[in-house]
């Protein structure tokens, strides 16, 4: 496996076919891992994730990736996560207050609203809170979102949407990242966003191959 292939985490939290489908399309080279040892030597990581928070963190420390994802993190290596996988990056959430999150950006994760439908599921526009060195000028982006509990904002949000009061659409500390939307299932916008992500991460796309002549 060449240098720039990423690990997609494979817990059983969620289907990986349109992430993987994404890839694809973006010719960026992965492979799915279940556990460390299938993982590639190095990479960005992507830790996807539907479900509840608890049972997420369970999964991940039953299959070894809880404990290792901070000690990769401290070596350098970069982690994107999506949806859930955004929200365990945080310290902790509303959904599960006895369980730790990774700890890897600052803040809680705390339930939507108040006075608005919840899950929120649908299509939110973002707009720009700071500038990141990998991801082009998103405002009036329109992406897609599924969930009922979202980080709070802070220093290191890169892009806000609003559901019943403002919330870190995507969230980056050093080579760590965040995506509350599924880039994946938001279009040429959602696209844009993850290769731009995942290429300054070190991803490295597949040349389209010669046509024979």
């Given at each position: 496996?060449?240098?720039?292939?990423?690990?997609?985490?494979?817990?059983e939290?969620g289907?990986?076919?349109?992430?993987?489908?994404?890839?694809?399309?973006?010719?960026l080279?992965?492979?799915?891992?279940?556990?460390?040892?299938?993982?590639?030597?190095?990479?960005?990581?992507?830790?996807?994730?539907?479900?509840?928070?608890?049972?997420?963190?369970?999964s991940?420390?039953?299959r070894?990736?809880?404990?290792?994802?901070?000690?990769?993190?401290?070596?350098?290596?970069?982690?994107?996560?999506?949806?859930?996988?955004?929200?365990?990056?945080a310290?902790?959430?509303?959904?599960?207050?006895?369980?730790?999150?990774?700890?890897?950006?600052p803040?809680?994760?705390?339930?939507?609203?108040?006075?608005?439908?919840?899950?929120?599921?649908?299509?939110?526009?973002?707009?720009?809170?700071?500038?990141?060195?990998?991801?082009?000028?998103?405002?009036?982006?329109?992406?897609?979102?599924?969930?009922?509990?979202?980080?709070?904002?802070?220093?290191?949000?890169?892009?806000?949407?609003?559901?019943?009061?403002?919330?870190?659409?995507?969230?980056?500390?050093?080579?760590?990242?965040?995506?509350?939307?599924?880039?994946?299932k938001?279009?040429?916008?959602?696209?844009?966003?993850?290769?731009?992500?995942?290429?300054?991460?070190?991803?490295?796309?597949?040349?389209?191959?010669?046509?024979?002549?």
């Amino acid at each position: 496996m060449s240098a720039g292939t990423i690990t997609l985490i494979d817990y059983e939290a969620g289907n990986l076919a349109s992430l993987e489908g994404a890839l694809e399309r973006l010719r960026l080279p992965y492979v799915r891992a279940a556990s460390p040892d299938q993982a590639a030597e190095s990479g960005p990581i992507v830790l996807p994730g539907v479900g509840h928070f608890e049972a997420a963190q369970r999964s991940l420390q039953e299959r070894g990736w809880w404990g290792l994802l901070p000690a990769l993190v401290a070596e350098g290596r970069p982690l994107l996560g999506i949806c859930l996988g955004l929200q365990l990056l945080a310290e902790g959430s509303e959904e599960a207050p006895r369980t730790p999150g990774l700890g890897l950006v600052p803040g809680l994760v705390r339930r939507l609203g108040p006075g608005v439908k919840v899950p929120n599921m649908g299509w939110s526009r973002v707009r720009r809170a700071s500038d990141h060195p990998a991801l082009p000028d998103a405002e009036g982006a329109w992406l897609y979102f599924v969930h009922s509990y979202a980080l709070e904002p802070s220093a290191d949000t890169v892009y806000l949407a609003d559901h019943g009061r403002p919330f870190a659409a995507v969230e980056a500390r050093g080579k760590v990242m965040g995506f509350q939307p599924h880039p994946e299932k938001s279009g040429p916008d959602g696209l844009r966003l993850l290769q731009a992500a995942l290429t300054w991460m070190g991803a490295t796309a597949i040349a389209p191959e010669e046509p024979c002549l």
